[in-house]
């Protein structure tokens, strides 16, 4: 199949070349958390026919910005990760995540499903970098069957799947509230008040967990117009 292309010399244009087909950045978001095997993007992305994902793995691969790896014992199976140049749309992506949580988000429609998972890179840029000030710690996230960590170092933060090796502080949720949680809906300290939300760990690095992650408020695209 020959690849679609805009025929325009421009950075933008030829960056939509590379990634502007459908499902092509939301592989590069699931990658951007650390590399997955194929079914762990099946898994993610059920919308997306086998032959599909295929195809698009192969573009990226072949356009330089995903390649094959073996995980690490004891897995020590396939999977796929980001070279440096797919790394580099990370900030990318996060500026999406940004704009659409203020602008695109609104209430969760009814045939929308919900990954955990998908909170990894949204923790990224819902991070308040005055907030972690001074902050040097490892939060882990247990939802469900899903298991992320959150590394804050002083003003930065370094969202990845899988656990962490020295966690300061845990915290566990079943999907229900968690969704909750990564909506706003609920607060953390009144999640773990209800006990529908358990946290373990280091006291001080917990209370400043509340502070870390701000989702921005949602606006309405159509008041926006002068």
Known sequence: MDQRTYNQYCATARTLDLVGE???????RELLTGPKRFGDLQKS????????L??????LEREGLAHKVT???????????????????GPAVLA?????????????????????GWAV??????????????????????????VFHVRVDDGTAEALHGPAQHPDAVVEADDEAFTE???????????IKNETVSASGDRQALNRLRHLFRRPPAADRHGSAQ
């Open 181 to 191: 949680l990564a909506e706003g809906r609920l607060r953390l300290a009144d999640a």
């Open 96 to 116: 999406l995540a940004r704009w659409g949580t203020k602008w695109a988000m609104g209430e969760r429609r009814e045939n929308e499903t919900f990954h955990p």
């Open 22 to 28: 459908r499902w092509t950045l939301l592989l590069i």
């Open 71 to 89: 995980l690490p014992p004891p897995a020590r199976t396939p999977a796929y990760a980001l070279t440096e140049a797919g790394e580099e749309l």
């Open 54 to 59: 295929a195809a698009r793995m192969k573009h």
């Open 45 to 52: 992305l059920r919308g997306m026919g086998t032959g599909l």
């Open 121 to 146: 890179l949204a923790m990224e840029a819902y991070f308040d970098a005055e907030a972690a000030d001074g902050l040097r710690a490892v939060y882990e996230f247990r939802v469900g069957d899903e």
